[in-house]
């Protein structure tokens, strides 16, 4: 049994005994203020191995576990100390001690793994009590997401998210982009839940689709117009880049027509002022003598006419039509390229003229994943990440929390 006064209150605090308590502060209304020091001997300099001058002493409060029912702050007096040699590249440095929390950090190291621990266990409980989170849903959005790099070789890992595409909800987060992922949780939904969802949609991706033609063979699928679009302004820019080195014979300067010419080329062609297009169309005759961008340019422009189709049998007609002349051999072999891609894609690409849902709602459910990420400044547990993504962006009722007991 302890009875000095300082051991006693060092046991209490618990930070070992490198750790001297100093005081102990008590405001009414107000957290417990505990004022500690390290116990440690003086340093040597890290980089000329030279004796340190005192510098002075940063306070830094941190918040702590509570202890008898009050919430703690534990305030560090952290030593300051400096090199006397001036060539040394060292100014001064401040003492640290990561047992008791790591530079810049806001909570205790203890405090912070306590809160690891009860995020993922009330927010496990949380998520799985608000069934309602997930019900109604009507239009199924997929999405892939780099969720953080791995090893030496800072290999990606990657996620799928599983998105309300008419709520923008985040409904779930499974780990790898293939199709085996989305389709092991969607076949882990109630046969009713399925039936309700009508819309698919998705960028244009091959495993997605497998996996909703696996899943939700009754869903329609819809291709995201953002993605289409991007795919003809990519198809510009391929046929830009290959004509200036067909012309010049290298890429080019920044005063080369088709160089200044790029930004014009992706922006809609109704949206360009006189003045713009005028340097549009004189750029072009500058720099593309056969007329390859030119026809490019035009092929992107009828492509995002037909998202002003209002009627959807017309609009398939002319994508239809549209598919079916970009594979002519007469033009360059990156029309033709994307000529086989809207013929696989036509369906889902004009199902957007029935259903008039895109993917926007689950790039915006994304940013808010990658949000907790950069919060975190970063996060390798694909459990810890999914459940702080899911309580952030999945829209759950709060209100279930005060009638909880997490297992």
């Avoid at 795919?231 to 005063?255: A, C, I, S, W």
Wanted: aromatic share 6%.
């Amino acid at each position: 049994m302890e009875s000095d006064p300082t051991r006693v209150n060092e046991l209490l605090v618990g930070l070992g005994a490198d750790v001297e308590v100093v005081s102990v502060g008590d405001e009414p209304g107000r957290p417990l203020r505990v004022l500690v020091r390290l116990r440690s001997p003086r340093p040597v300099c890290g980089s000329c191995g030279g004796q340190v001058w005192s510098s002075g002493v940063r306070r830094v409060e941190l918040v702590d576990l509570g202890a008898f029912g009050r919430p703690v702050r534990l305030v560090l007096a952290k030593r300051r100390w400096r090199c006397p040699n001036g060539d040394c590249a060292v100014g001064t440095f401040t003492e640290q001690s990561p047992e008791i929390a790591p530079p810049r950090a806001r909570l205790t190291s203890r405090a912070a793994r306590r809160a690891t621990r009860r995020v993922r266990r009330w927010g496990t409980a949380l998520l799985a009590a608000d069934r309602g989170r997930i019900d109604g849903v009507t239009a199924l959005g997929l999405d892939e997401i780099l969720m953080w790099r791995h090893g030496k070789y800072r290999r990606k890992r990657w996620g799928t998210t599983i998105v309300d595409a008419r709520r923008g909800i985040l409904l779930d987060i499974v780990a790898g982009r293939t199709a085996n992922p989305a389709i092991k949780w969607l076949g882990a939904s109630t046969p009713q839940w399925r039936r309700a969802v009508r819309w698919a949609v998705m960028d244009l991706s091959g495993p997605y689709r497998k996996a909703f033609d696996t899943a939700l063979a009754h869903a329609r699928q819809v291709a995201d117009p953002f993605h289409v679009v991007r795919l003809g302004n990519q198809m510009v820019d391929e046929v830009r880049r290959r004509v200036q080195n067909d012309t010049l014979g290298g890429r080019g300067t920044k005063n080369g027509p088709l160089y200044r010419v790029r930004k014009l080329l992706t922006m809609a062609h109704e949206r360009l002022s006189t003045d713009s297009d005028a340097k549009l169309r004189g750029l072009l005759a500058a720099g593309d003598p056969r007329g390859e961008l030119r026809d490019a340019w035009h092929a992107k422009e009828t492509l995002r006419q037909t998202y002003q189709i209002p009627s959807h049998r017309l609009a398939r007609r002319a994508l239809d039509a549209l598919a079916l002349d970009l594979r002519d051999p007469a033009w360059s072999p990156e029309m033709n390229r994307l000529g086989r891609t809207l013929g696989r894609w036509r369906t889902q690409i004009a199902n957007w003229h029935l259903s008039r849902v895109t993917n926007g709602p689950t790039e915006a459910a994304n940013n808010l994943a990658k949000l907790i990420k950069r919060n975190a400044s970063g996060l390798t547990n694909f459990g810890h990440y999914r459940i702080r993504a899911l309580l952030y962006a999945g829209k759950p009722d709060w209100t279930l929390l005060n009638t909880l007991t997490p297992p």
